[in-house]
């Protein structure tokens, strides 16, 4: 399988709980490599365009609020097969129905509050990398 990025983002409710360490953990225990991160808290603005593809559903606006709550922690991961790697890692949307020992059942408190988001496509991974880390701080490793 070919080498991938992947845009990973801890969310406020898993940066809330201390676990940015635990989860990064998981990434390099399935061979994914950190080669961009930042902290930030995003701005409304922010939350509304990386969501855009949403923007008509019902959950969007709790969605908006919930991102723009408190701090996240943004990362591109590589490695082989990383969107699908990572996918796998974090587990369904939805904690109640995510897979046992993923991100998702061991650290998500709901369907809105669910500790991760991964890029689901090439396409979509290189959209959302490009957003967050426009320019020259990515270390491919
Ligand atoms: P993400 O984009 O955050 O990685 O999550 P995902 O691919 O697993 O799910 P997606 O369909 O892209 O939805 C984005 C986020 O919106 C919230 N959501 N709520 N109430 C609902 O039915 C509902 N559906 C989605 C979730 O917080 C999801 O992570
Ligand atoms: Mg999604």
Redesign the pocket.
């Given at each position: 399988m070919a080498i991938e990025r992947t845009l990973s983002i801890i969310k406020p409710d898993a940066v809330a709980k201390n676990v940015i360490g635990q989860i990064y953990s998981r990434f390099e225990g399935a061979g994914l490599k950190v080669i961009a991160a930042r902290m930030m808290h995003l701005s409304r603005n922010d939350a509304e365009a990386f969501y855009g593809?949403?923007r008509e559903r019902p959950f969007f606006k709790d969605l908006v609020e919930f991102m723009i709550s408190g701090p996240v922690m943004v990362q591109a991961l590589e490695g082989e097969g990383a969107i699908l790697k990572n996918r796998d890692l974090m587990g369904a949307?939805d904690p109640k129905k995510a897979a046992a020992g993923t991100i998702r059942a061991d650290f998500a408190d709901s369907i809105d509050a669910n500790a991760v988001?991964?890029?689901?496509a090439p396409e979509?991974a290189a959209v959302e990398i490009a957003f967050f880390f426009p320019g020259m701080s990515i270390h491919s490793r």
């Open positions: 593809v949403h949307t988001h991964g890029s689901d979509t």
